[in-house]
């Protein structure tokens, strides 16, 4: 016999071996719990004897700065956008950190009277954050005359 089949064929019976070990030790959870580390063992072996090309990296090319330039250099910026990104996910945190930071540059604008900070403060904190129109309409306001 061809020594590749009687590899494959050892390999199968081991397999099957392990599944049935598997539902035998834990039910359908062992028997889940073989499958997955034996499709990942097959994954591994399968990879390695494919002949080709090299696979390329899916890690993105590290980019150029400016050696003068650093993100830490501008903490105020980091802070804020950090803030936009948590204000368009969840309520509490627009009504908690952006409202206010908004509510601040519209009075240092001479503004306050004339922006709308979307709305009343809302009562449900709990709810979903605001959208991008509203932030984009806000903006505008306060860049507006």
Not at 20 to 30: D, E, L, N, Q, R
Not at 126 to 145: F, K, N, W
């Amino acid at each position: 016999m061809n020594r590749r089949r009687i590899l494959a064929a050892a390999t199968v019976t081991g397999i099957a071996a392990a599944l049935f070990a598997g539902y035998a030790a834990a039910g359908t959870t062992g028997l889940i719990d073989v499958a997955t580390v034996a499709t990942l063992g097959v994954l591994i072996v399968a990879r390695g004897t494919v002949r080709g090309e090299k696979p390329r990296t899916v890690r993105p090319r590290k980019q150029r700065r400016d050696p003068g330039r650093r993100p830490a250099d501008f903490p105020a910026y980091a802070t804020i956008a950090s803030d936009v990104e948590w204000a368009r996910m969840s309520q509490r945190h627009y009504e908690h950190s952006l409202r206010p930071r908004l509510a601040r540059l519209a009075a240092a604008l001479g503004k306050s009277p004339a922006v709308d900070l979307a709305g009343p403060p809302a009562k449900d904190t709990d709810g979903p954050g605001v959208d991008l129109a509203t932030l984009e309409r806000i903006v505008t306001q306060l860049e507006g005359p």
